[in-house]
Protein backbone atom coordinates (compact mmCIF):
# COMPACT_ATOMS: atom_id res chain seq x y z
CA UNK A 1 0.00 0.00 0.00
CA UNK A 2 2.78 2.54 0.44
CA UNK A 3 4.21 1.89 -2.25
CA UNK A 4 1.71 2.00 -4.53
CA UNK A 5 0.80 5.97 -2.90
CA UNK A 6 4.24 6.89 -2.99
CA UNK A 7 4.48 7.85 -6.84
CA UNK A 8 1.18 9.77 -6.45
CA UNK A 9 2.31 11.73 -3.75
CA UNK A 10 5.57 12.49 -4.89
CA UNK A 11 4.48 14.02 -8.21
CA UNK A 12 1.70 16.50 -8.08
CA UNK A 13 2.10 17.52 -4.16
CA UNK A 14 -1.09 19.54 -3.80
CA UNK A 15 -4.72 18.86 -4.71
CA UNK A 16 -3.48 15.63 -5.96
CA UNK A 17 -3.85 11.78 -4.17
CA UNK A 18 -2.09 11.68 -0.52
CA UNK A 19 -1.24 8.90 1.14
CA UNK A 20 -4.83 7.30 3.10
CA UNK A 21 -5.08 7.36 6.44
CA UNK A 22 -4.58 3.35 6.53
CA UNK A 23 -1.05 4.32 4.51
CA UNK A 24 0.02 5.81 8.14
CA UNK A 25 -1.32 3.24 10.04
CA UNK A 26 0.06 0.16 7.90
CA UNK A 27 3.95 1.40 8.87
CA UNK A 28 2.23 2.17 12.53
CA UNK A 29 2.84 -1.52 13.14
CA UNK A 30 5.49 -3.17 14.46
CA UNK A 31 7.33 -3.91 10.99
CA UNK A 32 10.50 -2.84 11.06
CA UNK A 33 12.68 -1.43 8.54
CA UNK A 34 12.99 1.35 5.33
CA UNK A 35 8.92 1.45 5.00
CA UNK A 36 8.57 2.39 8.89
CA UNK A 37 11.22 4.74 8.93
CA UNK A 38 9.60 6.55 5.40
CA UNK A 39 6.19 6.98 7.11
CA UNK A 40 6.22 9.89 9.26
CA UNK A 41 7.62 11.54 6.14
CA UNK A 42 4.50 10.57 3.85
CA UNK A 43 2.24 11.67 6.59
CA UNK A 44 4.19 15.40 6.91
CA UNK A 45 4.27 15.67 3.23
CA UNK A 46 1.16 17.52 1.96
CA UNK A 47 1.15 19.70 4.57
CA UNK A 48 5.04 20.32 5.19
CA UNK A 49 4.42 20.99 0.89
CA UNK A 50 1.78 23.04 1.28
CA UNK A 51 3.56 25.21 3.43
CA UNK A 52 7.08 24.93 1.61
CA UNK A 53 5.23 26.59 -1.53
CA UNK A 54 2.96 28.80 -0.08
CA UNK A 55 4.47 29.94 3.20
CA UNK A 56 8.46 29.61 3.42
CA UNK A 57 8.85 30.50 -0.98
CA UNK A 58 6.67 33.16 -0.82
CA UNK A 59 9.51 35.08 1.31
CA UNK A 60 11.94 34.79 -0.68
CA UNK A 61 9.81 35.96 -3.58
CA UNK A 62 8.92 38.98 -0.97
CA UNK A 63 12.80 39.41 -1.03
CA UNK A 64 13.57 39.60 -4.11
CA UNK A 65 10.45 41.97 -4.72
CA UNK A 66 11.93 44.14 -1.97
CA UNK A 67 15.32 45.49 -3.72
CA UNK A 68 13.50 45.77 -7.01
CA UNK A 69 12.82 48.85 -8.75
CA UNK A 70 11.02 50.25 -11.55
CA UNK A 71 7.23 50.86 -12.14
CA UNK A 72 4.27 49.12 -13.16
CA UNK A 73 4.18 50.22 -16.24
CA UNK A 74 7.98 49.53 -16.98
CA UNK A 75 8.54 46.00 -14.80
CA UNK A 76 10.11 45.68 -12.03
CA UNK A 77 13.59 44.68 -11.92
CA UNK A 78 15.82 43.50 -9.41
CA UNK A 79 18.39 46.05 -8.61
CA UNK A 80 19.37 45.52 -5.24
CA UNK A 81 17.97 48.55 -4.43
CA UNK A 82 18.20 48.52 -0.89
CA UNK A 83 16.46 52.19 -0.42
CA UNK A 84 13.53 50.67 -0.64
CA UNK A 85 13.73 49.63 3.17
CA UNK A 86 15.20 53.10 4.22
CA UNK A 87 12.50 54.91 2.37
CA UNK A 88 10.04 52.53 3.66
CA UNK A 89 11.78 53.45 7.28
CA UNK A 90 11.50 57.55 6.55
CA UNK A 91 7.80 57.78 5.42
CA UNK A 92 6.30 55.14 7.43
CA UNK A 93 8.70 55.27 10.41
CA UNK A 94 5.16 56.71 12.69
CA UNK A 95 3.46 53.95 11.06
CA UNK A 96 5.79 51.01 12.54
CA UNK A 97 5.93 52.88 16.06
CA UNK A 98 2.22 53.47 16.07
CA UNK A 99 1.40 49.80 14.98
CA UNK A 100 3.92 48.50 18.22
CA UNK A 101 2.37 51.21 20.36
CA UNK A 102 -1.25 50.38 20.13
CA UNK A 103 -0.58 46.60 19.70
CA UNK A 104 1.30 46.54 23.31
CA UNK A 105 -1.45 49.18 24.94
CA UNK A 106 -3.78 46.30 23.35
CA UNK A 107 -2.19 43.46 24.70
CA UNK A 108 -1.74 44.90 28.34
CA UNK A 109 -5.44 46.01 28.17
CA UNK A 110 -6.29 42.26 27.14
CA UNK A 111 -4.46 41.12 30.07
CA UNK A 112 -5.74 43.19 32.45
CA UNK A 113 -9.61 42.50 31.14
CA UNK A 114 -8.92 39.14 30.51
CA UNK A 115 -7.30 37.86 33.52
CA UNK A 116 -10.76 38.45 35.79
CA UNK A 117 -12.33 36.63 33.36
CA UNK A 118 -10.56 33.97 33.05
CA UNK A 119 -9.70 33.13 36.55
CA UNK A 120 -13.31 34.07 37.48
CA UNK A 121 -14.14 30.76 34.93
CA UNK A 122 -11.46 28.60 36.21
CA UNK A 123 -12.00 28.99 39.73
CA UNK A 124 -15.37 30.51 40.78
CA UNK A 125 -17.54 29.40 37.98
CA UNK A 126 -18.63 26.06 39.46
CA UNK A 127 -21.77 24.56 37.01
CA UNK A 128 -21.76 27.66 34.74
CA UNK A 129 -18.19 27.10 33.90
CA UNK A 130 -18.96 25.47 30.10
CA UNK A 131 -21.76 27.83 29.08
CA UNK A 132 -19.17 31.01 30.31
CA UNK A 133 -16.56 29.57 28.02
CA UNK A 134 -18.85 28.97 25.02
CA UNK A 135 -19.64 32.76 25.72
CA UNK A 136 -15.83 34.11 25.42
CA UNK A 137 -15.88 31.89 21.96
CA UNK A 138 -19.94 33.07 20.96
CA UNK A 139 -18.67 36.51 19.89
CA UNK A 140 -16.45 34.51 16.87
CA UNK A 141 -19.62 33.05 15.48
CA UNK A 142 -20.40 36.72 13.72
CA UNK A 143 -18.19 37.97 11.54
CA UNK A 144 -15.17 40.02 13.09
CA UNK A 145 -15.90 42.84 10.38
CA UNK A 146 -19.42 43.00 11.22
CA UNK A 147 -18.54 43.78 15.25
CA UNK A 148 -16.28 45.85 14.79
CA UNK A 149 -18.73 47.88 12.55
CA UNK A 150 -20.64 48.05 15.52
CA UNK A 151 -18.26 49.57 17.61
CA UNK A 152 -18.64 52.27 15.07
CA UNK A 153 -22.73 52.37 16.70
CA UNK A 154 -21.26 52.29 20.21
CA UNK A 155 -18.61 55.10 19.85
CA UNK A 156 -20.95 56.70 17.78
CA UNK A 157 -20.57 60.86 18.60
CA UNK A 158 -24.45 61.13 19.70
CA UNK A 159 -24.13 57.46 21.52
CA UNK A 160 -24.68 56.54 25.02
CA UNK A 161 -20.55 56.20 25.83
CA UNK A 162 -19.63 59.97 24.31
CA UNK A 163 -22.64 61.16 26.30
CA UNK A 164 -21.84 59.52 29.68
CA UNK A 165 -17.55 60.18 29.19
CA UNK A 166 -18.89 63.76 28.09
CA UNK A 167 -20.48 64.61 31.22
CA UNK A 168 -18.07 63.23 33.67
CA UNK A 169 -15.62 65.24 31.41
CA UNK A 170 -13.92 62.25 31.28
CA UNK A 171 -12.93 63.20 27.62
CA UNK A 172 -11.48 66.43 28.54
CA UNK A 173 -9.17 64.49 30.54
CA UNK A 174 -8.18 61.95 27.62
CA UNK A 175 -7.77 64.91 24.69
CA UNK A 176 -5.82 66.65 27.06
CA UNK A 177 -3.30 63.26 26.59
CA UNK A 178 -4.06 63.42 22.97
CA UNK A 179 -5.89 59.93 23.09
CA UNK A 180 -9.05 61.84 21.49
CA UNK A 181 -9.69 65.16 20.49
CA UNK A 182 -13.13 67.57 19.76
CA UNK A 183 -15.40 65.58 22.27
CA UNK A 184 -15.32 62.42 20.13
CA UNK A 185 -14.14 58.32 20.53
CA UNK A 186 -14.19 57.33 16.87
CA UNK A 187 -11.41 58.56 14.47
CA UNK A 188 -9.15 58.91 17.83
CA UNK A 189 -6.14 56.27 18.97
CA UNK A 190 -8.53 55.41 22.10
CA UNK A 191 -11.21 53.87 19.60
CA UNK A 192 -8.46 51.98 17.97
CA UNK A 193 -6.94 50.61 21.00
CA UNK A 194 -10.35 49.78 22.10
CA UNK A 195 -11.05 48.02 19.49
CA UNK A 196 -7.86 45.56 19.12
CA UNK A 197 -8.50 45.15 22.54
CA UNK A 198 -11.63 43.86 21.66
CA UNK A 199 -10.90 41.84 18.55
CA UNK A 200 -8.03 39.41 20.36
CA UNK A 201 -9.25 39.56 24.00
CA UNK A 202 -10.61 35.74 23.37
CA UNK A 203 -6.75 35.39 21.97
CA UNK A 204 -6.11 36.27 25.92
CA UNK A 205 -8.57 34.73 27.38
CA UNK A 206 -8.42 30.96 26.38
CA UNK A 207 -4.65 30.32 26.70
CA UNK A 208 -5.27 32.24 30.21
CA UNK A 209 -7.78 29.85 31.69
CA UNK A 210 -6.24 26.48 30.58
CA UNK A 211 -3.04 27.82 31.78
CA UNK A 212 -5.41 28.79 35.57
CA UNK A 213 -7.71 25.57 35.09
CA UNK A 214 -4.38 23.35 35.53
CA UNK A 215 -3.67 24.63 38.52
CA UNK A 216 -3.87 22.09 42.02
CA UNK A 217 -6.47 23.83 44.10
CA UNK A 218 -4.20 22.38 46.86
CA UNK A 219 -1.72 24.87 46.27
CA UNK A 220 -4.12 27.65 46.86
CA UNK A 221 -4.97 25.66 50.54
CA UNK A 222 -1.68 25.70 51.47
CA UNK A 223 -1.18 28.83 50.66
CA UNK A 224 -3.94 29.61 53.04
CA UNK A 225 -2.83 27.01 55.94
CA UNK A 226 0.52 29.39 56.15
CA UNK A 227 -1.14 32.29 56.57
CA UNK A 228 -0.99 33.90 53.32
CA UNK A 229 -3.25 36.50 52.63
CA UNK A 230 -5.42 36.23 49.22
CA UNK A 231 -3.57 38.67 47.73
CA UNK A 232 -0.21 37.25 48.56
CA UNK A 233 -1.50 33.79 47.40
CA UNK A 234 -2.26 35.39 43.55
CA UNK A 235 1.12 37.05 43.84
CA UNK A 236 3.18 33.87 45.24
CA UNK A 237 1.08 31.16 44.28
CA UNK A 238 -1.74 31.66 41.33
CA UNK A 239 0.04 34.15 39.05
CA UNK A 240 3.38 32.63 38.94
CA UNK A 241 1.75 29.23 37.92
CA UNK A 242 -0.53 30.75 34.97
CA UNK A 243 2.72 32.56 33.34
CA UNK A 244 2.54 30.03 30.25
CA UNK A 245 -0.51 31.18 30.07
CA UNK A 246 0.13 34.82 29.91
CA UNK A 247 3.29 34.16 27.54
CA UNK A 248 1.01 32.37 25.49
CA UNK A 249 -1.83 35.01 24.94
CA UNK A 250 0.09 38.06 24.88
CA UNK A 251 2.09 36.28 21.69
CA UNK A 252 -1.45 35.81 20.29
CA UNK A 253 -2.82 38.86 21.47
CA UNK A 254 0.25 41.12 20.60
CA UNK A 255 1.43 40.03 16.95
CA UNK A 256 -1.96 39.57 15.33
CA UNK A 257 -3.03 43.22 16.61
CA UNK A 258 0.41 44.61 15.21
CA UNK A 259 -0.40 43.84 11.71
CA UNK A 260 -3.64 44.48 11.49
CA UNK A 261 -5.21 47.54 10.16
CA UNK A 262 -9.13 46.83 10.13
CA UNK A 263 -9.52 48.59 13.46
CA UNK A 264 -7.40 51.40 12.36
CA UNK A 265 -9.31 52.03 8.66
CA UNK A 266 -12.81 50.86 10.52
CA UNK A 267 -12.76 53.09 13.98
CA UNK A 268 -9.77 55.43 12.98
CA UNK A 269 -8.59 58.66 11.19
CA UNK A 270 -5.45 59.22 8.75
CA UNK A 271 -3.50 59.80 11.89
CA UNK A 272 -3.76 56.63 13.51
CA UNK A 273 -2.97 54.58 10.47
CA UNK A 274 -0.81 51.35 11.17
CA UNK A 275 1.27 49.55 9.33
CA UNK A 276 -0.90 47.10 8.19
CA UNK A 277 -2.64 50.11 6.55
CA UNK A 278 0.51 51.09 4.18
CA UNK A 279 0.86 47.89 3.22
CA UNK A 280 -2.22 47.31 2.25
CA UNK A 281 -2.37 50.39 0.33
CA UNK A 282 0.84 50.29 -1.43
CA UNK A 283 0.24 46.92 -2.31
CA UNK A 284 -3.50 46.88 -3.53
CA UNK A 285 -3.83 50.74 -4.18
CA UNK A 286 -0.69 52.32 -4.96
CA UNK A 287 0.52 48.84 -6.34
CA UNK A 288 4.27 49.97 -5.09
CA UNK A 289 5.20 46.33 -4.39
CA UNK A 290 8.77 46.69 -3.59
CA UNK A 291 7.72 49.22 -0.94
CA UNK A 292 5.00 46.84 0.24
CA UNK A 293 7.53 44.07 0.26
CA UNK A 294 10.31 45.90 2.30
CA UNK A 295 7.90 47.31 4.76
CA UNK A 296 6.27 43.87 5.44
CA UNK A 297 9.95 42.32 5.89
CA UNK A 298 10.54 45.08 8.07
CA UNK A 299 8.13 44.27 10.49
CA UNK A 300 8.56 40.59 9.93
CA UNK A 301 11.60 40.86 11.06
CA UNK A 302 10.96 43.11 14.25
CA UNK A 303 7.98 40.37 15.34
CA UNK A 304 10.43 37.45 14.87
CA UNK A 305 13.26 39.00 17.00
CA UNK A 306 10.75 40.51 19.34
CA UNK A 307 9.14 36.75 19.81
CA UNK A 308 12.07 35.48 20.32
CA UNK A 309 13.17 37.85 23.06
CA UNK A 310 10.52 37.96 24.92
CA UNK A 311 10.06 33.48 24.91
CA UNK A 312 13.88 33.67 25.91
CA UNK A 313 12.85 35.71 28.96
CA UNK A 314 9.99 33.82 29.43
CA UNK A 315 11.62 30.62 29.45
CA UNK A 316 8.79 28.78 27.54
CA UNK A 317 9.24 27.35 24.82
CA UNK A 318 6.86 24.47 24.69
CA UNK A 319 4.04 26.80 22.78
CA UNK A 320 3.35 24.32 20.24
CA UNK B 1 -12.38 44.84 65.04
CA UNK B 2 -13.53 47.21 62.83
CA UNK B 3 -14.01 44.65 59.56
CA UNK B 4 -16.47 42.63 61.43
CA UNK B 5 -18.86 45.65 61.90
CA UNK B 6 -22.47 45.27 59.77
CA UNK B 7 -22.16 48.53 58.35
CA UNK B 8 -18.80 46.93 55.98
CA UNK B 9 -20.62 44.29 55.40
CA UNK B 10 -21.39 45.34 51.84
CA UNK B 11 -17.67 46.22 51.47
CA UNK B 12 -16.28 42.96 52.00
CA UNK B 13 -18.99 41.20 49.96
CA UNK B 14 -17.86 43.06 47.44
CA UNK B 15 -14.04 42.38 48.15
CA UNK B 16 -15.01 38.77 48.18
CA UNK B 17 -16.62 38.69 44.50
CA UNK B 18 -14.48 41.50 43.14
CA UNK B 19 -13.44 39.22 40.55
CA UNK B 20 -16.51 37.86 39.75
CA UNK B 21 -18.12 41.29 39.37
CA UNK B 22 -14.68 42.08 37.43
CA UNK B 23 -15.01 38.75 34.85
CA UNK B 24 -18.70 39.85 33.87
CA UNK B 25 -17.84 43.26 33.25
CA UNK B 26 -15.11 41.76 31.14
CA UNK B 27 -17.79 39.52 29.34
CA UNK B 28 -20.29 42.43 28.81
CA UNK B 29 -17.54 44.20 26.77
CA UNK B 30 -16.77 40.90 25.16
CA UNK B 31 -20.82 40.39 24.14
CA UNK B 32 -21.67 44.20 23.59
CA UNK B 33 -21.02 44.41 20.05
CA UNK B 34 -23.10 40.77 19.20
CA UNK B 35 -26.16 42.58 21.54
CA UNK B 36 -25.61 45.70 19.12
CA UNK B 37 -25.59 44.27 15.89
CA UNK B 38 -28.68 41.74 16.70
CA UNK B 39 -30.56 44.99 17.48
CA UNK B 40 -29.36 47.33 14.39
CA UNK B 41 -30.54 44.25 12.23
CA UNK B 42 -34.21 45.26 13.53
CA UNK B 43 -33.28 49.09 12.69
CA UNK B 44 -34.54 51.22 9.45
CA UNK B 45 -31.80 53.57 9.11
CA UNK B 46 -32.27 56.90 7.47
CA UNK B 47 -28.77 56.40 5.17
CA UNK B 48 -26.90 54.23 4.03
CA UNK B 49 -25.27 53.81 7.14
CA UNK B 50 -26.71 51.40 9.88
CA UNK B 51 -24.95 53.14 12.79
CA UNK B 52 -27.56 54.70 14.73
CA UNK B 53 -30.79 53.67 15.14
CA UNK B 54 -34.62 55.04 13.83
CA UNK B 55 -37.25 52.73 13.74
CA UNK B 56 -37.70 48.98 14.40
CA UNK B 57 -38.40 47.12 11.27
CA UNK B 58 -38.45 43.59 10.41
CA UNK B 59 -38.06 44.42 6.58
CA UNK B 60 -34.55 42.73 6.82
CA UNK B 61 -35.14 39.74 8.11
CA UNK B 62 -37.89 39.31 5.68
CA UNK B 63 -35.90 40.02 2.40
CA UNK B 64 -32.10 38.55 3.92
CA UNK B 65 -30.79 38.57 -0.05
CA UNK B 66 -32.60 42.07 -0.80
CA UNK B 67 -28.77 43.28 -1.20
CA UNK B 68 -27.51 42.94 -4.67
CA UNK B 69 -24.46 40.37 -4.13
CA UNK B 70 -24.84 39.66 -1.00
CA UNK B 71 -26.02 36.06 -1.07
CA UNK B 72 -23.43 35.21 -3.59
CA UNK B 73 -20.52 36.19 -1.55
CA UNK B 74 -21.89 34.75 1.33
CA UNK B 75 -22.10 31.34 -1.01
CA UNK B 76 -18.34 32.09 -2.01
CA UNK B 77 -17.18 32.29 1.71
CA UNK B 78 -19.15 28.94 2.48
CA UNK B 79 -17.68 26.72 -0.38
CA UNK B 80 -14.12 28.23 0.51
CA UNK B 81 -14.51 27.36 4.08
CA UNK B 82 -15.90 23.66 3.16
CA UNK B 83 -13.07 23.13 0.57
CA UNK B 84 -10.27 24.88 2.60
CA UNK B 85 -11.63 22.98 5.72
CA UNK B 86 -11.32 19.37 3.86
CA UNK B 87 -7.68 19.71 2.28
CA UNK B 88 -6.28 21.30 5.76
CA UNK B 89 -8.09 18.58 7.83
CA UNK B 90 -6.86 15.75 5.65
CA UNK B 91 -3.39 17.48 5.44
CA UNK B 92 -3.24 18.57 9.17
CA UNK B 93 -4.08 15.33 10.44
CA UNK B 94 -1.77 13.65 8.74
CA UNK B 95 1.21 15.88 10.03
CA UNK B 96 -0.26 15.75 13.04
CA UNK B 97 0.25 11.95 13.81
CA UNK B 98 3.64 11.85 12.09
CA UNK B 99 4.60 14.84 14.80
CA UNK B 100 3.03 13.05 17.40
CA UNK B 101 3.69 9.10 16.99
CA UNK B 102 7.15 8.96 15.05
CA UNK B 103 10.81 10.19 15.76
CA UNK B 104 12.57 10.85 12.48
CA UNK B 105 15.40 13.46 11.31
CA UNK B 106 13.95 16.54 10.69
CA UNK B 107 11.17 16.35 13.12
CA UNK B 108 12.40 19.92 14.99
CA UNK B 109 12.20 21.35 11.44
CA UNK B 110 8.98 19.96 10.67
CA UNK B 111 7.48 21.42 14.23
CA UNK B 112 8.67 24.74 13.42
CA UNK B 113 7.28 25.03 9.81
CA UNK B 114 3.66 23.95 11.58
CA UNK B 115 4.25 26.56 14.24
CA UNK B 116 5.55 29.49 12.03
CA UNK B 117 2.35 30.58 10.13
CA UNK B 118 0.93 31.03 13.45
CA UNK B 119 3.55 33.78 14.77
CA UNK B 120 3.24 35.73 11.63
CA UNK B 121 1.09 38.41 11.19
CA UNK B 122 -1.55 37.99 8.57
CA UNK B 123 -0.87 41.22 6.74
CA UNK B 124 2.80 39.76 5.86
CA UNK B 125 1.47 36.58 5.08
CA UNK B 126 -1.11 37.74 2.79
CA UNK B 127 1.21 40.08 0.94
CA UNK B 128 4.45 37.58 0.92
CA UNK B 129 1.41 35.09 -0.83
CA UNK B 130 0.53 37.89 -3.10
CA UNK B 131 3.96 38.37 -4.32
CA UNK B 132 4.69 34.82 -5.11
CA UNK B 133 1.33 34.84 -7.42
CA UNK B 134 1.97 38.13 -9.06
CA UNK B 135 5.54 37.09 -10.27
CA UNK B 136 4.65 33.59 -11.43
CA UNK B 137 1.69 35.44 -13.23
CA UNK B 138 -0.78 33.10 -11.38
CA UNK B 139 -4.53 34.55 -12.03
CA UNK B 140 -6.19 35.57 -9.02
CA UNK B 141 -9.71 34.30 -8.03
CA UNK B 142 -10.80 31.09 -6.33
CA UNK B 143 -7.75 28.77 -6.20
CA UNK B 144 -5.28 31.58 -5.14
CA UNK B 145 -8.10 32.13 -1.91
CA UNK B 146 -8.61 28.13 -1.49
CA UNK B 147 -5.11 27.58 -1.59
CA UNK B 148 -3.97 31.22 0.62
CA UNK B 149 -7.26 29.31 3.14
CA UNK B 150 -5.74 26.17 3.39
CA UNK B 151 -1.97 27.23 4.36
CA UNK B 152 -3.35 29.22 7.32
CA UNK B 153 -5.70 26.27 8.33
CA UNK B 154 -3.03 23.64 8.38
CA UNK B 155 -0.91 24.66 11.45
CA UNK B 156 -4.14 25.11 13.28
CA UNK B 157 -5.30 21.68 12.61
CA UNK B 158 -2.08 20.41 13.81
CA UNK B 159 -2.22 21.61 16.97
CA UNK B 160 -5.68 20.22 17.49
CA UNK B 161 -5.07 17.32 16.43
CA UNK B 162 -1.62 16.80 18.15
CA UNK B 163 -2.70 17.75 21.04
CA UNK B 164 -5.52 14.75 21.31
CA UNK B 165 -3.11 12.27 19.84
CA UNK B 166 -0.26 12.83 22.30
CA UNK B 167 -2.80 12.57 24.82
CA UNK B 168 -4.12 9.14 23.42
CA UNK B 169 -3.37 5.75 25.06
CA UNK B 170 -1.10 3.79 22.74
CA UNK B 171 -2.06 0.95 25.31
CA UNK B 172 -5.66 0.62 23.21
CA UNK B 173 -3.70 0.26 19.84
CA UNK B 174 -1.61 -2.38 21.27
CA UNK B 175 -4.82 -4.15 22.59
CA UNK B 176 -6.02 -4.04 19.27
CA UNK B 177 -3.38 -5.42 17.53
CA UNK B 178 -2.73 -8.53 20.69
CA UNK B 179 -6.60 -9.29 19.79
CA UNK B 180 -5.49 -9.86 16.34
CA UNK B 181 -6.43 -6.70 14.31
CA UNK B 182 -4.77 -5.69 11.21
CA UNK B 183 -3.54 -2.13 10.68
CA UNK B 184 -5.81 -0.91 8.87
CA UNK B 185 -8.75 -2.66 11.25
CA UNK B 186 -6.67 -1.20 14.32
CA UNK B 187 -7.02 2.28 13.20
CA UNK B 188 -10.31 2.74 11.32
CA UNK B 189 -11.94 0.69 14.32
CA UNK B 190 -9.50 2.02 17.39
CA UNK B 191 -7.28 4.99 16.52
CA UNK B 192 -9.39 7.23 14.44
CA UNK B 193 -12.61 7.10 16.72
CA UNK B 194 -9.77 8.25 19.77
CA UNK B 195 -8.67 10.73 17.69
CA UNK B 196 -11.79 11.96 16.24
CA UNK B 197 -12.44 14.58 19.05
CA UNK B 198 -9.09 16.55 17.74
CA UNK B 199 -9.79 16.53 14.65
CA UNK B 200 -13.37 17.48 14.61
CA UNK B 201 -11.99 20.51 16.86
CA UNK B 202 -9.39 21.75 14.20
CA UNK B 203 -11.71 21.02 11.55
CA UNK B 204 -14.56 23.61 13.24
CA UNK B 205 -11.58 26.12 13.85
CA UNK B 206 -10.65 25.68 10.50
CA UNK B 207 -14.10 26.33 8.92
CA UNK B 208 -14.19 29.35 11.69
CA UNK B 209 -11.01 30.96 10.71
CA UNK B 210 -11.34 30.41 6.44
CA UNK B 211 -14.91 31.83 7.11
CA UNK B 212 -14.20 34.86 8.82
CA UNK B 213 -10.88 35.50 6.85
CA UNK B 214 -10.58 38.77 5.50
CA UNK B 215 -6.68 40.32 5.70
CA UNK B 216 -4.78 37.28 3.77
CA UNK B 217 -7.86 37.06 1.33
CA UNK B 218 -8.17 40.32 0.16
CA UNK B 219 -4.54 40.23 -0.63
CA UNK B 220 -5.10 36.86 -2.95
CA UNK B 221 -8.44 37.67 -4.03
CA UNK B 222 -9.28 38.96 -7.78
CA UNK B 223 -11.27 41.94 -8.48
CA UNK B 224 -14.32 40.15 -8.92
CA UNK B 225 -14.08 36.87 -6.24
CA UNK B 226 -15.63 38.55 -3.48
CA UNK B 227 -15.93 36.73 -0.12
CA UNK B 228 -18.31 37.81 2.56
CA UNK B 229 -15.92 39.60 4.92
CA UNK B 230 -14.84 41.40 1.56
CA UNK B 231 -18.19 42.53 1.02
CA UNK B 232 -18.81 43.93 4.46
CA UNK B 233 -15.42 45.28 3.80
CA UNK B 234 -16.64 47.24 1.21
CA UNK B 235 -20.09 47.75 2.39
CA UNK B 236 -18.43 49.95 5.02
CA UNK B 237 -17.30 52.34 2.73
CA UNK B 238 -20.24 52.68 0.28
CA UNK B 239 -22.90 51.91 2.94
CA UNK B 240 -23.48 48.83 5.39
CA UNK B 241 -27.11 47.43 4.85
CA UNK B 242 -29.40 46.41 7.58
CA UNK B 243 -28.92 42.81 5.81
CA UNK B 244 -25.30 42.35 6.96
CA UNK B 245 -27.00 42.66 10.53
CA UNK B 246 -28.94 39.65 9.57
CA UNK B 247 -26.28 37.69 8.75
CA UNK B 248 -24.48 38.52 11.05
CA UNK B 249 -27.22 37.71 13.78
CA UNK B 250 -27.97 34.75 12.16
CA UNK B 251 -24.60 33.23 11.95
CA UNK B 252 -24.57 33.52 15.79
CA UNK B 253 -27.95 32.46 16.84
CA UNK B 254 -27.31 29.25 14.98
CA UNK B 255 -23.97 28.37 16.29
CA UNK B 256 -24.97 29.27 19.94
CA UNK B 257 -28.14 26.73 19.31
CA UNK B 258 -25.62 24.11 17.48
CA UNK B 259 -22.56 24.52 20.53
CA UNK B 260 -25.41 24.79 23.63
CA UNK B 261 -27.48 21.74 21.91
CA UNK B 262 -24.10 19.41 21.67
CA UNK B 263 -23.10 20.16 25.45
CA UNK B 264 -26.80 19.37 26.07
CA UNK B 265 -26.85 15.65 24.95
CA UNK B 266 -23.09 15.70 26.37
CA UNK B 267 -24.20 16.27 29.44
CA UNK B 268 -27.50 13.98 29.13
CA UNK B 269 -25.39 11.16 28.03
CA UNK B 270 -23.14 11.46 30.60
CA UNK B 271 -25.80 11.17 33.51
CA UNK B 272 -27.48 8.62 31.74
CA UNK B 273 -23.86 6.94 31.88
Known amino acids: ?320 | MAADSPALAPLRWLRRNAVVIAGLASLGYLLLPNVVVMLFSFNKPAGRFNYEWRTFSTDAWTDPCGVADMCGSLGLSLQVALLATLFATAFGTFAAFALARYRFRGKGTGNALIFLPMAMPEVVMGASLGTLFLNTRVAFGFVTILIAHIMFCLSFVVVAVKARVMSMDPRLEEAARDLYAGPVQTFVRVTLPLAAPGIAAGAMLSFALSFDDFIITQFNAGPSTVTFPMFVWGAAQRGVPVQVNVIGTAMFLIAVAIVLGGQITANRRRRAR
Open chain 1, 1 to 320: MTASTVPAAAGAAPPSQQPSPETGSSGDGQGPGPRRRLTPYWLLLPAGLWLAVFFVAPFFYQASTSVQSGSLEEGFRVTWDFTNYSDALATYGPHFLRSFLYAAVATLLCLLIGYPLAYMIAFRAGRWRSLLLVMVIAPFFTSFLIRTLAWKTILSDSGPVVGVLESLHILDFTSQLGLTGDDRLLATPLAVVCGLTYNFLPFMILPLYSSLERIDLSLHEAARDLYAKPTTTFRKVTFPLSLPGVVAGTLLTFIPASGDYINAQLLGSPNTQMIGNAIQKQFLNVLDYPTAAAMSFILMAIILIAVTVYMRKAGTEELV
